[in-house]
């Protein structure tokens, strides 16, 4: 391939900021991303059949380009120009075709250590592997403590293997390993009693916490304590640690994300499964899901009970269990702009099955990090601004940091977090946004 001489997007620190010129209109696709790739670019170069360049185009924003490649929701295509006649261009899959196109082996070439400052990652997801790329490529020594066996975060414990394949996620992994040999990867060491934060700071000189949002947050209602009542997160990790459990013949899936999604699917999938339902408080106008997974839902004929809260979960008569539920009608809008679902008294009725899977949200959970006190109950206290905690050699991003999101939003915080790392070290006190 030609060899390019590309240097990270973290490492000039007299970059031009040119989005208040009038005459600065970047294309909607490519802003509309949060990592702003150069869609009008690769497309290009794909329609020349120029493949490697289309592949530098993409990589140079996205390290994960195989994953996004299937699994990205694609904030680019309802942007897309053509949406608005004869429908957005198919960005996420052209993506997709030039890594297959390419092949396993196609990486960019290596990157030198050039730096004696080091960083340690703490979690080996979309953020994590985004900031530890932008650092190895400007030639910091970067080492990834990761708590699995394997780098990719709940890209490998939480999408279902019908939608992303194991060699999907491979590629992505030992292409990024392969273009920064600085990068050294510690598996199987969590955050904790064996790893404390002053072991990080005492070996490195900043510490990046990536440590994502892994566990199922708490519905808050009565009986949800039940063994046959699981959280969605948890659920989707079993399974794709290679368990087949068989499951009662109903099963109910509450919430309306993404993780709902995955869930419901996957569930209809186990053995002794015949009937899966998921219970959404708003209307489908609400469904915070997107489309194209909601599509696959109904295409497995899952049904999608709409305008129902849950109350609480009793067991019935032959032990199975009984979920309490109420009709609601939508209200005024929240804080978050969504409309608040009213229950309607007299609405009291019954659901019954044998399994529940609760997919309402993630959180993060660090006794480590509690007591320091970086925790704010549910994610890693960090501002956003400057990606800082209070501590002045700690930084965090991903899901950990600021909640749930997508793959391509963990890591435009990944390359955030890079890019005040750098500036930190640089004594840069106000970089550039």
């Avoid at 150069?38 to 120029?50: F, G």
């Avoid at 910091?140 to 939480?158: C, F, K, N, Q, S």
């Avoid at 053995?271 to 997107?290: M, N, Q, T």
Wanted: net charge negative.
């Amino acid at each position: 391939m030609t060899e390019l001489r590309r240097t990270s997007i973290t490492a000039d620190p007299d970059l031009s900021d040119d989005t208040g010129n009038l005459h600065y209109v970047p294309a909607p696709c490519q802003t509309a991303c949060p990592v702003g790739t150069d869609v009008p670019s690769y497309i290009a170069h794909i329609w020349n059949e120029d493949y490697e360049q289309a592949f530098e185009a993409i990589t140079a924003t996205n390290p994960l380009s195989s994953i996004c490649g299937r699994v990205c929701d694609a904030p680019c295509e309802p942007a897309c120009r053509r949406e608005d006649s004869d429908g957005a261009i198919a960005i996420r899959n052209l993506k997709r075709f030039v890594m297959d196109a390419l092949g396993d082996d196609h990486a960019l070439p290596p990157v030198e250590v050039t730096q004696s400052k080091s960083i340690a990652v703490v979690g080996g997801g979309p953020a994590g592997l985004t900031a530890a790329q932008d650092l190895a490529e400007a030639g910091y020594p970067v080492h990834i403590y990761e708590a699995t066996d394997r780098l990719g975060g709940m890209v490998v414990w939480g999408i279902p293997r019908f939608r992303l394949p194991d060699g999907a996620i491979e590629q992505d992994v030992q292409r990024l390993l392969a273009h920064c040999p600085g990068i050294e990867v510690h598996y199987n060491t969590p955050l904790g009693t064996d790893l404390t934060l002053d072991d990080l700071k005492t070996r490195h000189d900043a510490v990046v916490l990536t440590i994502g949002a892994t566990q199922g947050k708490s519905m808050g209602m009565d009986g949800e304590a039940r063994n046959n009542v699981v959280d969605g997160v948890g659920f989707l990790k079993r399974i794709n640690m290679g368990e087949r459990p068989t499951l009662p013949e109903t099963v109910l899936v509450i919430g309306g994300g993404d993780v709902a999604m995955d869930a419901c699917r996957v569930a209809k999938r186990m053995p002794g499964v015949k009937d899966v339902k998921v219970v959404y408080r708003r209307g489908p106008d609400e469904l915070p899901a997107r489309r194209d997974e909601l599509k696959g839902a109904l295409a497995e004929n899952i049904d999608i009970v709409y305008n129902t809260q849950p109350v609480s979960v009793s067991e019935d008569a032959d032990g199975g269990l009984k979920l309490r539920c109420v009709k609601t009608a939508l209200g005024e809008p929240d804080d978050d702009g969504r409309r608040r679902p009213i229950t309607i008294e007299g609405s009291e009725h019954d659901l019954s099955c044998g399994l529940i899977i609760a997919a309402v949200g993630q959180k993060a959970e660090s006794a480590q990090l509690e007591s320091h006190d970086l925790m704010d109950w549910d994610r890693v206290k960090t501002e956003f601004a400057p990606m800082r905690t209070a501590d002045p050699m700690v930084f965090a991003a991903g899901d950990g940091a600021f909640g749930g999101s997508s793959i391509v939003e963990a890591m435009h915080h990944g390359h955030r977090a890079a890019y005040y790392v750098q500036a930190s070290f640089q004594g840069r006190e106000k970089p550039l946004p």
